[in-house]
Structure formats: structure tokens, C-alpha cells
């Protein structure tokens, strides 16, 4: 079985592929100074409810834009799965072309949400991920990754509105009532401001690259806020939770035996 490990900047997901399908699925918060002894209390108990023991891991995979995490990480897999994992770097083979001025800077999450769209719904298209930074990623027909847009996520936005504005509170995000825009208290005003705000910006850069590319382009969303904003748009033509822990399977798959040298600019060891 392979674990894979997408640790990102506000939560880490923990998933396990026997080969035929995802045998589980598992989300914690990222803190930076949890200990390899930490997440494995919280794993194995996990592992050992659906049946998978210690021994059953016989490969992992780690992708992560978290530097001080990855120390960590690796102790987990090496410590009390008996595995080298792999580490996911734009210097591994992808399978497709990295055309950037600088490919070793680009994250590895948009890198392995490129390769699992290609791989699963083909190109060309652009992945939405709505993270702590919301992403648009560009791949083209042959699966060359054409690069894309870094905008605010939309609960830091959220927390920035509260912070700098006395008056404002912090609010939930959601559609609001009746998928009004007009608000008619602070609350939904800011509810409508947050929520339709992030659809005029999904839509309007949605045309901006199709327009730039020129040609049609599937549009495919991931992250925990897809289906959210795809009660207030028609853009997604797919939906995929599940994208970025199938790009660390994927990239397994070309990659079997881990490098000796994987760590890069962008994920230096810590300890």
C-alpha cells in the first residue's frame, strides 16, 4: 500500500491507495512544530480502524510547500513505516514539460495538480484550487504546464477585512441567503462582498486565460471551497477533492525508487 502525504500551508492530508482505491482519507490541522511521534499517535490509530497495519505500507509519498514541516514527515515514514518516501520536487520526472522562466520555484501542489488532471480528464485545462492562496494553473493539451495565477485565498481575505476594519466582524463563509447581492445588514453585505466578489473574480480569470490561450479549455476545480462556489457558477466542469493526493500517486507511479537528493529550494530539512 502507498501513503501519501499533502501537507499544505493551513491543513496536512494523510491517504492510503491499496492499489485499487483509496482505502482512507484524513485531514489535520498544519502545525509546524507536531512531532513525527505526534502524527504517528494520531495515524496508526487511524490505520489500525480500517484494518492497515504499520507493515502494509510499503511505499509513501510526500508532498508539501510547508519547509519546516517536512523534517517531520519524512522521521513518520522512515521511523514507524520502514519507508524512504519520496519526495515530490520539480526536479523529478513529471512527465510533461515545466515551461516557467524558473521551474524550480513553481509549488509542488499546483505541479501535482497538473499531472493528475491530465492524467484523469486531459488537456487542455485549468485547475482551480481554492487553498489558503487560490490558484489557477494552466496545462496544456500535451500536458505541459504553462504556468498560471496566485490570488489571496478567500478565508485570508476574510480574516484581512475583520483585522484592518474596526467595525467589521468576522463572519462566516458562505452563499448568502436567497443568493442575494444586494445586503441589507453589515453581515450580509460583507457575506455577499466575500462570496460573489470570489465568483466575479473565478469567472473573470477564467475568460482572461481562456481568451489568452485560444482555444475551448476544461475547467477543473479542487480544495475545500469547490463546491461551495460552484453553487455560484457554471465555469467548473469537474469537481475533484481528491486531485492532489492522485497527483503524489501518479508521480509515485514514475517514480518508484526515491532520489537520493529530493530536497529543494522550497523544502530544506529541518530539525
Known amino acids: 500500500m502507498l501513503l501519501v502525504i499533502d501537507a499544505g500551508n493551513t491543513n496536512a492530508v494523510f491517504a492510503v491507495d491499496d492499489g485499487e482505491k483509496w482505502r482512507g482519507t484524513w485531514r489535520i490541522s498544519m502545525q509546524t ?3 513525527s511521534d505526534e502524527y504517528a499517535v494520531w495515524l496508526l490509530t487511524l490505520l489500525h480502524n480500517e484494518g492497515i497495519a504499520p507493515e502494509d505500507i510499503t511505499g509513501a509519498a510526500i508532498g508539501t510547500v510547508v519547509p519546516a514541516a517536512f523534517y517531520h514527515l ?3 515514514c522512515r521511523q514507524y513505516f520502514n519507508v524512504e ?10 512527465g510533461f514539460q515545466i515551461a516557467l522562466d ?11 495538480n497538473g499531472l493528475a488532471a491530465q492524467r484523469l480528464y486531459g488537456g487542455p485545462l485549468v485547475v482551480i484550487d481554492f487553498g ?24 485570508l481575505s476574510v480574516e484581512a477585512l475583520h483585522m484592518a476594519a474596526a467595525r467589521l466582524p468576522r463572519i462566516g463563509i458562505g452563499r448568502p441567503e436567497g443568493g442575494l447581492v444586494i445586503g441589507k445588514n453589515t453581515n450580509m453585505a460583507m ?12 469567472e473573470g480569470l477564467i475568460e482572461r486565460i481562456k481568451r489568452e490561450f485560444g482555444a475551448p479549455m476544461k475547467v477543473l476545480a479542487t480544495g475545500g471551497l469547490a463546491p ?3 453553487e455560484g457558477t457554471q465555469v467548473f466542469d469537474h469537481i475533484d477533492p481528491e486531485l ?28
Open 33 to 35: 512544530q507536531r512531532t
Open 74 to 76: 519524512r522521521q513518520l
Open 85 to 94: 518516501p519520496l519526495v515530490a520536487s520539480p526536479r523529478l520526472d513529471w
Open 102 to 112: 524558473n521551474p524550480t520555484e513553481v509549488g509542488v501542489d499546483r505541479l501535482l
Open 132 to 155: 489558503t492562496a487560490t490558484t489557477f494553473d494552466v496545462v496544456a493539451e500535451d500536458g505541459t504546464y504553462l504556468g498560471g495565477i496566485i490570488a489571496p485565498g478567500i478565508n
Open 191 to 202: 457575506r455577499s462582498g466575500v462570496f460573489w466578489g470570489y465568483v466575479g473574480l473565478i
Open 228 to 230: 461551495l462556489f460552484s
Open 244 to 271: 492532489t493526493i492522485n497527483g503524489l500517486r501518479f508521480l509515485f507511479e514514475r517514480n518508484p525508487e526515491p532520489p537520493l537528493h529530493t530536497i529543494t529550494d522550497s523544502t530544506q530539512e529541518e530539525g
